[in-house]
């Protein structure tokens, strides 16, 4: 099922520089965010000192929005592909192996420097048509020959595969998937088979079993806790084990610690690979507070277990997460909303780690809660400037008491700096003067809401900030 194209999600980039600094919440959600004011440091900083991976995957077709690199360049240390290593991505057609997502996410790791996590060699999804219509002999020969391959290929940079995803059924019993391809016509000893072919193709990558529903205790995580220790045993490689953990608003299960204990004192690493927190839509303060609360547990767990590498998110931003499509009525999973900005899940990431960071970018100070006596409204402009280039984040925060519906801000240029293009307004330029006007969708700003709008420009080689906003004509005070 194609998840890329989700409809209403056209909107254009927002930077998130300029969101990371705020202290409200967007347009619509009229409650507070979290306190950005705090040590300005990252998650992944904050992770890391702790030994923690806090991983995100990557759509490899967002990458190119700048927001997106934006956030998760600096927020993350552990990136895994959310599709492009599956096998219907890197092996459409027998033994023609194309790499063209998956060096996407390969090269943005090394470019980045995070850790590369491999998502994943055998799952009974994303299978081409192809390997289901094989005869067990030859889908043998075609499991060991895309394992190896894939395997080969990412040797030395990918640092643990998931190399069976899913291999307990759906109904929670223990019992093996049946509408497995490879359980179906290869038995149960598929995987250990699995597990022996990566190991031969890469001595030194870490093996993992991943799973969902395994995060609690139960008959599911019993089964695959027994066939970790039966593997550990008879020495089958196997290294981690993965709890994906997409759970339910307020479900993280009260003994995902103790479970996550038993399998590494298996001799295993374990980490949750797939975190989100669905929330039913609309999302609201009482619902981003128990998320908020959600994600902390889920961290205070991996952290109180040595063996727990860290925390993997199953995407980066609201925006684009697999949720809305497979659950219907939910979404805001995750810890950036969908205009990029951190909500209070983020917050609580970073306390959990020990810190209150200040999202990322960094941003310049954050403007007061309390407006100045008489000043409707406070914007704050963030530019990101390269040789002549630039964009600009100008965020909106209506002061007033009533709602605006209908805004055109006002600003004016230094000399050299020229509008090319706008987003989520009109952005024109008479001479010095620079006039960016509401979208159709964002035409109404609470009182105590705020709205964002972003350019991109030309400088002359000194790029300052404008001084002085107007909106609708009045002053504002600069944030
Ligand atoms: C999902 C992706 O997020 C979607 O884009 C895709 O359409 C289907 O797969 N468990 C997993 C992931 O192990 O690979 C799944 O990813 C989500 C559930």
Redesign the pocket.
Known sequence: ???HDLPGRTRPALLAATLAATTLLGVGIGISRPDAADAATSLKTLAAAKGRDVGF?LAVDRITEPAYPAVADNEFNLVVA??AMKWDSVEPVQGQFRWTGSDVVADYATATGKKLYG??LL?H??LPGWVAALPADQLRAAMRHHITTVVDKYEGRVAAWDVV??AFSDNGDGSRRGDSVFQQKLGDGYIAEALTTARAADPDVDLCL?D?SVEWVGAKSDALYNLVKSFKATGVPIDCVGL?G?FVLGQVPGDLQANLQRFADLGVDVRIT?LDVRVPVPADATKLAQQASDYRRVWQACLAVTRCRGVTT?GLTDRYS?IPEFFAGQGAALMFDENYAPKPAYQAVAEALGGAPTPSPTTPTPSPTTPAPGVGCTVTYVPNSWNTGFTAEVRIRNDGPTAITGWSVGFAFSTGQAVTNGWNATVSQAGAQVTARNAAWNATVPAGGTVSFGFQGTHGGVNPSPAAFTLNGSACRAG
């Open positions: 099922m194609p998840i995957a959310e599709n998502h994943t799952w999804q994303a995803n899913e991943n969902y994906q997409h797939e199953w697999w």
